[in-house]
């Protein structure tokens, strides 16, 4: 869905932006930042349209808007955008990591806010800049506190944001890995559910649970069943 990341913002193609805050001398492009979704697979922005769009229909988006939700999914596709400044031999490491190099993939969502922040300042006062900077900065928190970086806990973190992390956990599950097989739907659902993966809210829980031969039915269609 990356054209409507484009629409959103109004790119016209790599725009390198060059920051004092940060010295990064790369394409800081949000166009650029859309390759760190690629450790998904290719149907992670359909699962966050229909999750978003699910509780969106149970009234727990709040004053959000229908179109307002679609566009903070659309933002979804730029949360690991601070994985851009993770030097290579993590990112690309085909092993688990060690504790000191989560470590250092744990200050991503930091950075990913101030690369979002400065290379999307012109567009500082629209909806898609305040979703993409919140779901950036806040993907990886979770319900009981226990998430990073500022430990928010239960609606401290914004329900669009929750939708984003439930998703990306989902999905990143199911997506091949270099150090494991991807995991059938069933067992990544019953995972999550299991807080395998962080305390997620009751509502995404109930989602979940309900929703999940859904998921696999009409959003993974060509993934094998377990
Ligand atoms: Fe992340």
Redesign the pocket.
């Known amino acids: 869905m990356s054209h409507h990341i484009i629409q959103a913002f109004s790119l016209q193609g790599s725009d390198p932006i060059f920051t004092d805050s940060i010295n990064c001398t790369a394409d800081c492009s949000p166009l650029s930042f859309l390759l ?1 979704a690629r450790d998904h697979t290719p149907h992670f922005s359909t699962l966050v349209h229909s999750i978003m769009q699910w509780v969106w229909e149970y009234g727990m988006l709040g004053e959000m808007t229908r179109e307002d939700a679609a566009l903070a999914a659309d933002m979804a596709l730029l ?2 955008a ?2 851009h400044l993770l030097p290579a031999s993590i990112l690309e490491k085909a092993d688990r990591l060690t504790p000191e190099e989560f470590h250092i ?1 744990q200050k ?2 930091i950075w ?1 806010e101030a690369l979002l922040s400065c290379s999307l300042r012109e567009r500082r006062d629209t909806s898609a800049f305040t979703y993409a900077i919140e779901i950036c900065l806040h ?2 928190e979770r319900w009981d506190g226990a998430g990073y970086p500022d430990g928010l806990k239960g609606m401290e973190i914004p329900m669009y944001v929750q939708v984003v992390s439930l998703s ?1 956990v989902y999905d990143a599950l199911v997506a091949q890995r270099s150090y494991r097989p991807p995991m059938g739907h069933r067992s990544a659902a019953n995972l999550i559910l299991s807080g395998g993966c962080g305390a997620f809210s009751p509502v995404l829980r109930s989602i979940l649970a309900k929703r999940a031969q859904q998921i696999e039915a009409l959003i993974y269609k060509e993934a094998p069943h377990e």
């Open positions: 760190y949360h690991d601070g994985k993939v991503h969502p990913g993907h990886h990306d």
